[in-house]
């Protein structure tokens, strides 16, 4: 059951105050931290309402679903790829997305260099990392990002500018080293690529640990829009 407009705009300005709080008990700016608002499996209406209530930053999980939903939204909305990339789907996520945060194999790479040069754009992309060596998850090991990016540098329609990861769902207390673990990589790549800034990292069960520890985008779904209904087959 979709939530009302007024409970939509509450669970925002819980999330946002959640956000600040966390944010400057480290001394972080709260402005650092982008909300990207993940409204996978929600009706269009639900991201109108969202629209409404002044979100802009909106991410979807599933390649068709976020054309749709771009087809019929402002051209002021900005557009995150979370989900897992399917190279035959990205024609239809390069066009609309701004950021796609969860590239980690060099076939996924050609594929966006070759659509970002048809579409006449620099594609931004967050490599995902498997900070938690957990098997059920993608992306890359620490180990092997460096080697990737240097592969990548021969392409001029992408623009690597960040590190992605999903920690494993455990108390969000626990989370922290991994979290902990993908900054340090970051800070450790900006020597070389200062590009290299993003840090997607945190979700609504953990993303107050996240904020704490250098966290520059936060993907949160539940926490703002309830549980969501899956019709899908």
């Known amino acids: 059951m979709?939530?009302?407009?007024?409970?939509?705009?509450?669970?925002?300005?819980n999330v946002l105050e959640k956000i600040r709080f966390h944010a400057e008990k480290v001394g972080r700016k709260p402005d650092e931290i982008k909300l990207v608002a993940v409204t996978k499996t929600h009706p269009i209406?639900?991201?109108r309402a969202a629209y409404e209530i002044g979100m802009r930053v909106f991410g979807e999980n599933y390649a068709q679903e976020l054309r749709d939903k771009a087809k019929n939204m402002p051209e002021d909305v900005q557009w995150h790829f979370i989900g897992r990339i399917q190279t035959n789907k990205l024609k239809y996520v390069v066009p609309v997305a701004e950021y796609i945060h969860?590239?980690?194999r060099i076939e996924e790479m050609e594929e966006i260099e070759k659509l970002a040069v048809r579409f006449g754009k620099i594609q931004k992309v967050l490599i995902e990392v498997n900070v938690s060596n957990e098997e059920t998850k993608g992306g890359l090991r620490p180990e092997e990002i460096r080697q990737f990016i240097k592969e990548c540098s021969s392409y001029k329609n992408v623009n690597v500018v960040g590190l992605m990861t999903m920690a494993p769902f455990i108390e969000p207390e626990d989370t922290r080293p991994y979290f902990r673990k993908l900054f340090e990589l970051r800070e450790e790549l900006r020597n070389d690529y200062p590009e290299i800034k993003e840090l997607s990292m945190g979700m609504t069960n953990d993303f107050t640990v996240a904020v704490e520890e250098g966290s520059t985008m936060v993907r949160i779904?539940?926490?703002i829009f309830g549980e969501r209904e899956y019709t899908k087959a």
């Open 102 to 104: 969860s590239v980690y």
């Open 45 to 47: 209406e639900v991201v």
């Open 221 to 223: 779904g539940t926490a």
């Open 2 to 13: 979709n939530l009302s407009q007024s409970d939509i705009r509450q669970n925002f300005q």
